[in-house]
T-cell receptor
Framework: NAGVTQTPKFQVLKTGQSMTLQCAQD?????MYWYRQDPGMGLRLIYY???????DKGEVPNGYNVSRLNKREFSLRLESAAPSQTSVYFC?????????FGPGTRLTVT | GQQVMQIPQYQHVQEGEDFTTYCNSS?????IQWYKQRPGGHPVFLIQ?????EVKKQKRLTFQFGEAKKNSSLHITATQTTDVGTYFC???????????FGQGTRLTINP
């Protein structure tokens, strides 16, 4: 039981490049989330998926897209990366009221 | 949108001293959660408080939810080096589908 896994762990992009962050959970949770964490800003919700087949915007969705591929997987795509998207990205899934977080992806955009 | 303010942003203590972080909202919260994030790690759920005036304890950690359900606190008695990390409060909104997090309090400890 791996919990929530994220790939890659680290990534460096040049401005304008695109990439997809992958997230998978093996706990059969319905709800999944993408957050970004910046110093002094806490965790800010980018997008979430309450169940397979649905996605909704969070607090900071601009510049991102998501896909809930199936119940296990929820990916985050940056179509044209910008330096402002340099951050640590966390995926999470939820059962009941507790959220389980993945180990994070540290993304740098130069 | 709903905001949760957390103070202080940083706290440095000597090992053995107590530590408290506070979480405040301008609106009444249905419940509040607390998470801990070790340096370089990911947030880990600690507890959820639901009832007005609720107090819960986990070993040296004491969690309180205010009578008006607009504030909460986490108090650590006699800190240890294992307590180092950032502590976040988070409020559940929109039918428990989303969490809004406070900015976090980063605790460092001098051994």
């Amino acid at each position: 039981n791996a919990g929530v896994t994220q790939t890659p762990k680290f990534q460096v992009l040049k401005t304008g490049q695109s990439m997809t962050l992958q997230c998978a959970q093996d706990m059969n949770h319905n709800s999944m989330y993408w957050y970004r964490q910046d110093p002094g800003m806490g965790l800010r919700l980018i997008y979430y998926s309450a169940s397979e087949g649905t996605t909704d915007k969070g607090e900071v969705p601009n510049g991102y897209n998501v896909s809930r591929l199936n119940k296990r997987e929820f990916s985050l795509r940056l179509e044209s990366a910008a330096p402002s998207q340099t951050s640590v990205y966390f995926c999470a899934s939820r059962t009941g009221y507790e959220q389980y977080f993945g180990p994070g992806t540290r993304l740098t955009v130069t | 949108g709903q905001q949760v303010m957390q103070i202080p942003q940083y706290q440095h203590v000597q090992e053995g001293e107590d530590f408290t972080t506070y979480c405040n909202s301008s609106t009444t919260l249905s419940n509040i959660q607390w998470y801990k994030q070790r340096p370089g790690g990911h947030p880990v759920f600690l507890i959820q408080l639901v009832k007005s005036g609720e107090v819960k304890k986990q070993k040296r950690l004491t969690f309180q939810f205010g009578e008006a359900k607009k504030n909460s606190s986490l108090h650590i008695t006699a800190t240890q080096t294992t307590d180092v990390g950032t502590y976040f409060c988070a409020a559940i909104i929109q039918g428990a589908q989303k969490l809004v997090f406070g900015q976090g309090t980063r605790l460092t400890i001098n051994p």
